[in-house]
């Protein structure tokens, strides 16, 4: 085995993952870990200031209720995303989170977040739920304030540090090993309780952007589904795994189009179609009551330009010169504060891109193209696993402590395993918490997981010799590029092993092809999810012999075996889910409708890793008394 140090840790509170929620359970978690004398320590495969999703920044805030000034309530917010996931979510955990999120913005603007604000000093509204940020740095400042809470409880971070595997004692979570990516060092965490917040999963299916492109996604590549991993092997319920998401956005490099749909009011039609929300509205008939309401889910929204593309009907575009005009026109009688619009209008464009998605603009730029003058492509990407956006992928986590849900085993937040929590996209059924929403959802999660520790918390009991195998299995990759890698002329062309990014497109290759890709055009069955299952399993046997060169193709390979395990659970509920309830994010062809009779309800699995079988189940849907 390669010779690498084992490190142990021992602290009260693990937290794995750096990015919203997770900071967010860092700096609620050390508050009351500092009052009761508790170790918080907080790992990442990256560097904490610019990890997980909002590394780059975003221009908006997408979660903002309004309690205070009586914009919205709770219960709007609840309905708002029971019928965006088609009358499937946790409205418990959505409530939860939507009564907690104001105060969580509340704070980002007090550690220094530029909000928008207008002349009377109220906050600017993208939409009804969004707000504008000067949002190049958001990352940064939520770190600096989960850095400065957990130095101030004497807690301990780690950077650059890959989460592998749960420790487990029976169904009680006692911690985590990992691995340095930058060090010969093998990590022990031992924990009394643990906080899976490691985002969700991209590259799980094959991207549009391949060869020279690939890398290339709307979802960052850091996250590689780490979470659903986890909580799947310390053998917690999983919900909504079918759920997947599949964002409309600029074509290539996948900017963003909220503040066109939103801000600009611009329309999207497609090169021939003409306007497919209003020449389709039809369709939307067919997946009523969520059809008819306002605003119209994103996925049908996705479906009505589909049907556009599938008739060879498109490009698809982006009005982009017809909205800044539109709205440039009210200064239209006067030449100078009409300039002065369109240039404003101009540098919001620009903006926004560069606030976020910054290949964007490069590839504006790189294809002469001014949003002024000409419309600009858009597409839908490949799918995604991001429960906290529009998918709603996770693991099925306690209700909270106030409200008469059915879903309540103890402490908020807490998964079915004993000890285990989870927040932000490692947590099911509760979508569009977006950044504020992850940060609150973590901040609850931090703070429930302190108490159970309080009530609850014990030395964990970790079997050393486990950890002895679990380390050589982890290090494995390391030592069959060591053994063989001389072998033949071409070290990536060996029959002993297989390099991580082979892997990686035979993964991506079974998704696309049998569960639903790009390729096949988001439509999957029966019959293809059972052969694209048959070929996972060659695939998961070959997932012994991957082999690494270093640290990072060690990261690699880890990825890939985080993401063959989201691609399983995905397949096996798309299997048992048999009815279509999100044309625009996947379609089941041999069940092309929605069964509200048979399958409104929550598909749920638990996979037990000592018998490698998967147990399917439906969960019954709790609507919030008089919402
Ligand atoms: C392209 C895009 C645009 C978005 N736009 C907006 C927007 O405009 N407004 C808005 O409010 N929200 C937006 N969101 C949503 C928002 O980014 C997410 O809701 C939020 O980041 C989720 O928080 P999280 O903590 O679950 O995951 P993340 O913030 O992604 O954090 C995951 C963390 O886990 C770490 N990690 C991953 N794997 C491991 C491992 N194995 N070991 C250790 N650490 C690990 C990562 O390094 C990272 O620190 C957007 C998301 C995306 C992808």
Redesign the pocket.
Known sequence: MANWETVVVNTDLLI?????????AATEAAYWAKKKGLKVTL????A?DR????AMG??????YVGIRDGENTVEDYIRYVRSDLMGISREDLVYNIARHVDSTVHLFEKWGLKIWKDEKGKYVHEGRW?LMIN?ESY?VIIAEAAKNAIAAAGGEIFER????DPLMDGNKCVGAV?FSTRENKFYVFKAKAVIA????AVHVFRPRSVGEGFGRS???P???G??AY?TIKAGAEMTCQEVRFI?VRFKDA?G?V?AWFLLFKSRAVSATGGDYMVVRKAELENWKPYGLVKPIPANLRNYLGMLDTELGLGPLYMETDEAIKNIAAQYKEDPKAFKKKMKELESEAWEDFLD??ISQAILWAAQNLKPEEKHSEIAACEP?F????SGASGAWVSGPEDLPTPYKWGYANMTTAEGLFA????SGASSH???????AE?RIAGKSAIKYIVEKGKAPNVNMDEVEKLKAKILLPLDLWEKHSKETTDPEINTNYIVPRQFLHRLQKIMDEYAGGVISGFKTSKALCERGLELMAMLKEDSAKSAARDHHELMRV??NN?RVMQAEAHVRSILFREETRWPGYYFRADKPKMDDKNWKCFVNCQYDSKTGQWKMMKKDIWTMPGV
């Open positions: 794995c993952g750096g990015g919203f929620s997770a900071c967010g790992v990442d495969k990256a904490l990890s997980g999703a909002v975003l221009s908006a805030i997408n979660q969004q949002g990352k540090v890959f989460i592998v990992g917040t490691m985002g969700g709307w979802y960052p850091f996250n590689s780490s979470s986890f964002p996948y963003p909220g976020m998605t995604y991001i429960g906290s956006h927040a932000g996209d490692g918490k977006f950044s504020s929403g992850s940060h973590g880890w990825e985080q």
